[in-house]
Each structure stands twice: as C-alpha cells, then as structure tokens.
C-alpha cells in the first residue's frame, strides 16, 4: 500500500501541530515512529515509539502552547518528503528548565518524513536549537563583530 506523504505531513503538521492535539498524532504516525532528532533542545536523542514521542512534544506543546508550524518548502521522493519549515510561538510555559518568559520565538527547521502504509513511520529532524534558547534568554546572543 502506497501512501500519499505529503498529505500526511500537511495533515500531521496542520491537525497535530498547529492545534496541540496529540490524539490527532496517532492519525498520522505509527505505533513505532522513530524520531530522529539528536540536535533537539531537550536533548532526547532518537525517540523510539508513538507514545514516546508524544511525551517529548508535548514538553513543546506546553512551553509554547500557541506553537506554529509552517511549510516553507517540501520534495517529495516515493515515500519520503523533504520539508522545510518555520514554527513561531510564545513562550508561556516551562521549557526544559526555563521558566515562561512571554517572548516570541521564531526558528527554522528541517525534517525528511518516510510513510509506509497509510501513516508516517520515521522522521530525521533538526531545528536551530541555539536560536530557540537565545530568544527565550535562556543563553546569550552570539552577534558577529562589526568592523
């Protein structure tokens, strides 16, 4: 069975994400989605089923609850889609040891997505982590010396 891939991660990205709704994650992902995302800010590492990687999401989901997710850009390879994207939220809540600020943040990301019967299976993952803490003062600006 073939999946449209693309529509899933629209779908997974625009039900899932934008809304905070981890139910709706188990439309979209397989009981043993593995993400990979060793460059993540919480330091998780590889996440080895569903149910995990709900719990490592909503650590976002509750230090950002109005996080968004946008699609910047998106390849798609048989049953893999490349996507590049942009995710904007509040700092509300606490996150990874730092209390909510109420700062904005706003950073880039990329991930390739791999389906396979009907439902996202696997996800390679990184997000400019660096910028996620500077904006919510957590570790300091690095600005490059003017002339």
């Not at 899932?16 to 981890?22: E, M, P, R, Y």
């Not at 979209?28 to 990979?36: A, R």
């Not at 968004?68 to 850009?73: A, F, Q, R, S, Y």
């Amino acid at each position: 069975m073939t999946s449209d891939v693309g529509a899933l991660v629209r779908g997974f990205f625009n039900e899932a994400i934008n809304t905070g709704d981890l139910d709706a994650f188990d439309r979209y992902c397989g009981l043993d989605y593995v993400w990979h995302g060793g460059a993540d800010p919480g330091g998780l590492g590889d996440v080895h089923g569903l149910e995990n990687f709900k719990r490592a999401v909503a650590m976002f989901f509750t230090g950002f609850p109005d996080l968004k997710v946008e699609i910047l850009d998106m390849l798609i390879d048989g049953e893999r889609a490349a996507v590049r994207f942009r995710e904007t939220g509040t700092h509300r809540g606490p996150f990874v040891g730092v209390a909510p600020t109420g700062n904005t943040i706003t950073f880039a990301g990329m991930g390739i997505y791999r389906a396979e019967d009907g439902k996202l299976v696997e996800e390679w993952f990184v997000d400019d982590s660096r910028a996620i803490f500077e904006q919510i003062g957590a570790i300091p600006v690095i600005r490059e010396a003017s002339e």
